[in-house]
């Protein structure tokens, strides 16, 4: 679907804490010489979004109704782009699109999504095309210790425990498996890689970063960085899966034996996204272009050494 008027109407999937990344749409919007409207959908009105956009209460992901909801939201609304920012919203998008085909998603296919939020099944597709993985005890049964054990569908560091011991580790022999258990590296860097990936495959933008402070599964502070392995990796990782729209790569350097780890794959915006976005991966810009139909160039000038620092700020709501 290729955008006509003069306005952009962006409606958030889950965006409720994205005010940054908002405005950044907004002025991404305004330098395409149109007008924006944000809307977010979301359980709760009382988020801080709502300071820059409009908020509607919608159905939990999972509920029956959710589609039919969502597109009445669309047609009262006007919408035209709809954005996901948390995993089982990707999937939604993309059942959304496929269903309607009345908005522009940066999204691939639902399958993909489905996929990438199963950390077993991704974990074996992974390794299918070589991708560097820390040792996996997907057979159950071969316990090197410490392990790590992430739940299958887990999201934000939830529900993540490192097993020490025998005793500890039967409790996750259970079948089917319901967590991945891989190596535990004690001794490590955190780093996440934000991408974009148009609707044809090309690969726009690739902009690693190191995360410095994390708090709840959320990055709080984090700086660009050029490692050109880390690009490497990530486009074998888009192009071997076949990933579209944005993209987050996340990775591990294992500091005593060297070498980078891929941990998993979000395909939608990353929280920390924004300082790719101040380092000159201008993802709002390719999305919103390619939208209109608009073929902008792959941008490969982005500044190392931006760090940004997040901090939280009130948004107060008041009875009528």
């Known amino acids: 679907m290729i955008i006509c008027g003069d306005k952009f109407n962006i409606l958030m999937l889950g965006g409720a804490k994205r005010v940054s990344m908002g405005r950044m749409f907004i002025d991404a919007a305004h330098r395409l010489g149109r007008s924006c409207s944000l809307f977010s959908y979301e359980l709760d009105c009382h988020v801080p979004v709502a300071s820059i956009g409009k908020v509607i209460k919608g159905k939990r992901w999972s509920d ?4 039919e909801h969502l597109h009445r939201t669309v047609v009262e609304n006007e919408i035209n782009v709809m954005v996901p920012f948390v995993d089982d919203a990707v999937e939604v998008a993309a059942a959304y699109r496929h269903r309607y085909n009345d908005v522009w998603a940066p999204v ?3 399958s993909v999504a489905a996929a990438m939020f199963d950390k077993i099944e991704a974990d074996k597709l992974f390794r299918k095309f070589g991708v560097p993985l820390p040792d996996a005890d997907t057979m159950r049964g071969r316990p090197v210790f410490p392990m790590i054990a992430k739940p299958r569908r887990g999201s934000a560091s939830k529900g993540i425990e490192i097993i020490t011991s025998p ?9 089917p498996p319901t967590h ?9 860097e955190e780093y996440t890689v934000d991408c974009y990936v148009s609707q044809a495959g090309e690969i726009k933008v690739v902009s690693p970063r190191r995360r410095l402070d994390v708090s709840g599964g959320e990055v709080t502070s984090t700086v ?4 050109p392995a880390l690009v490497g990796l990530s486009c074998s990782v888009i192009e071997g899966v076949g990933l579209r729209g944005a993209v987050t790569v996340q990775f591990l350097r294992d500091m005593e034996k060297g070498g980078f780890y891929l941990m998993e794959v ?3 915006l990353g929280g920390g996204a924004v300082c790719s976005v101040h380092a000159g991966a201008d993802i709002p810009m390719l999305m919103l272009s390619e939208s209109i139909g608009v073929d902008m160039p792959p941008i490969e000038d982005v500044k190392a050494g931006t760090l940004i620092t997040r901090y939280p700020q009130e948004v107060v709501f008041y009875e009528k």
């Open 108 to 110: 691939g296919d639902e």
């Open 64 to 67: 029956p109704q959710l589609m």
């Open 224 to 227: 660009t960085v050029d490692i």
């Open 167 to 175: 005793r500890e580790y039967h409790k996750y022999t259970a079948q």
């Open 266 to 268: 979000n395909p939608r």
């Open 180 to 188: 991945l258990l891989q190596r535990y590296i004690a001794d490590r």
